[in-house]
Each structure stands twice: as structure tokens, then as C-alpha cells.
């Protein structure tokens, strides 16, 4: 009976342990993904009370993978990923045309992402709308 409690008892623990963890966000849905150092020209950062924006020049590539998506995408969520960050996830209203953004980043994900944003070396081939 002890050899049976002990493994049982090591177990209980271990996911307990474990119940303490956050849990990873799932993401669904269509991505479209942005390396701030192989698509942003110049990106800019704005902490207001309830929102932290980026305002980010696109590459011409860039640009037009964010038009694509926008396009096939209209009227679905796509979840907006910046340097490996998931920072929102809009509802495609309209097309979206020209080589601005702002982007809207949650303060948990801001933590994350502003540090990324001063990396200079791209490492991103073609990232992709999904």
C-alpha cells in the first residue's frame, strides 16, 4: 500500500505545482505576422492610460500582405502578431490600403513586445498571412 500512496502523492503535488502556471493563449484563426525589422521603415510608440499604440511605416511588402489579408479576410478575425507577440486580434472591417499602421497592444503584451522592437537584424524571410 506505501508503494502505491507515494507515487500517487508525487503526482497530486507535481500538478499542483502545475495549476499555478498561466495558461499559453491559443490562437485560431487567420495570422498575419510582422517582423518589425524586415517590414517596419520607422515605428513609432505611444503609451496612453488604457492603450499602448505603435505606429509603424511598412515596407512596400508588407504593405501589401497586410492589403492581401485585409482583403481576403473581410468581415473574420485575424490575429495580428508582431515579433513572434500576438497583439490583437480585429475584425477585418474594410481594405486596408497604404504603408501606415497603428497597431493597439494590450500592456501584457507590450511587456513582450517593446523590447523586440529595437532589434535591428531581420531574421524573418516571408512571413505570411495565413
Known amino acids: 500500500m506505501k508503494s502505491i500512496l507515494l507515487p500517487v502523492a508525487a503526482l497530486l503535488i507535481a500538478s499542483a505545482a502545475f495549476a499555478d502556471e498561466p ?3 491559443v490562437i485560431t484563426g487567420h495570422i498575419l505576422r510582422f517582423d518589425s525589422a524586415c517590414d517596419f521603415t520607422e515605428s513609432n510608440v505611444r503609451i496612453q492610460r488604457d492603450a499602448i499604440l505603435v505606429d509603424a511605416s511598412l515596407k512596400s511588402d508588407a504593405a501589401a500582405r ?3 489579408a485585409s482583403r481576403d479576410f ?3 478575425p485575424v490575429v495580428i502578431v508582431i515579433n513572434n507577440v ?3 486580434a ?3 472591417a474594410g481594405q486596408l490600403s497604404g504603408d501606415k499602421a497603428r497597431f493597439s497592444v494590450a500592456r501584457d503584451a507590450a511587456a513582450k513586445l517593446l523590447p ?7 531574421y524573418q524571410v516571408q512571413p505570411q498571412a495565413k
Open 116 to 122: 523586440s522592437l529595437l532589434a535591428t537584424t531581420c
Open 23 to 25: 495558461a499559453k493563449p
Open 86 to 88: 500576438p497583439i490583437s
Open 66 to 68: 497586410m492589403k492581401q
Open 90 to 92: 480585429p475584425v477585418m
Open 74 to 76: 473581410l468581415g473574420q
